[in-house]
């Protein structure tokens, strides 16, 4: 059997695929398989390893005739026609749970990051902006008992929480059901999305891009938070409607942003949130710790194996 992985992947994590299968990989880490060859291989591949970079669209699917097991090396699956691949007979793993903690802490990073003004900190260094020590000089927010609220309060939402907890933060959370455990374990609140959004210091973003999430911030949401509140968006781009949030950053009607998502990614240097100050915002490396990028390479190879021997997938997208 024939699979196609689109990035490069260290040996040891390809071994076990190469002792099992003809693999075509793409020699480059940090570039995609161009679309023309990743079109062309797949056309007699049973297996693709892939990522959230990647379109794995109709008309991809469509050429796709042999193709029996789709496993991405992540937790969200958005880039997936998953209704498309179900009709076919395909099935799709994903990298639940490992990558959460990683995710969870770069998040906590960017709330105290964008609270803090750190990254404007250092460009004013770099640009020799430090004359004098002032008593109001890059004032930021603090974070320690303010308020959190959650929107998407699942396995790294989770991770988020427990890390607020540690600096006494209030949490809010805001889903489509309740979980009492969490609600338990952190003393979290449950609330409607209005209520979270008016009264958050700091609003964390972290539901599935879904069609129910598309574009779910937009000017009526950031409209309703606090001048002084801070958004981060871990989750992904098209959940936030990009100009809107721009709108609110622009004109002070919310103090800072976080983002390490965007859409369409990737985004270049003249992207206008760039041109922000209070803006952080991060390649989309929510994932990349070391440890975890080499367990999700190893969970999603192993989804594959598993699926093409025609074995249970270790987290099969139901
Ligand atoms: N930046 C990065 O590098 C990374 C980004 N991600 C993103 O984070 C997302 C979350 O991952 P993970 O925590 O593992 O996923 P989970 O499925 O565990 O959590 C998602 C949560 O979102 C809630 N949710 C779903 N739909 C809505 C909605 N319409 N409104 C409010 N809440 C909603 C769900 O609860 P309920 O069903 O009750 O609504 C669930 O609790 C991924 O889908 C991915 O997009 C993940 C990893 C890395
Ligand atoms: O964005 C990353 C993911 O794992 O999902």
Redesign the pocket.
Known sequence: MKIVITRYLPDDVTKELVENFDVVMWEKENEPMPREQLLEEIKDADGLFTNVADQVDYELLEKASKLKVISTM???Y?NIDVEEAKIRGIVIGHT?GV??EA?AD?TFALLMAAGRRIVEGMDVIRENEWNSWGPFFLTGQEIYKKRIGI???????LGVARRAKGFSMDILY????R?KEVEEELNATYCELDELLTTADYVVL?????N??YK?MGTAEFAKMKKSAVFIN???GTNVDEDALYHALESGEIFAAGL??FDPEPIHSDHPLLKLRNVTALP?????AIETRLAMARLASENLINGLKGQPLVHEVR
């Not at 929107?151 to 939402?157: K, P, T």
């Not at 805001?174 to 059901?177: E, G, Q, T, V």
């Not at 972290?206 to 879904?210: E, I, V």
């Not at 989309?284 to 990349?288: C, R």
């Open positions: 992540a937790v969200g958005d639940p990558l959460t995710t770069l929107i998407g309060l699942g396995r790294i939402g805001h889903n489509r059901s979980n972290l539901a599935p891009s879904t129910d999430t779910m871990t989750s992904r390490d998502v989309h490396i929510g994932s990349a």
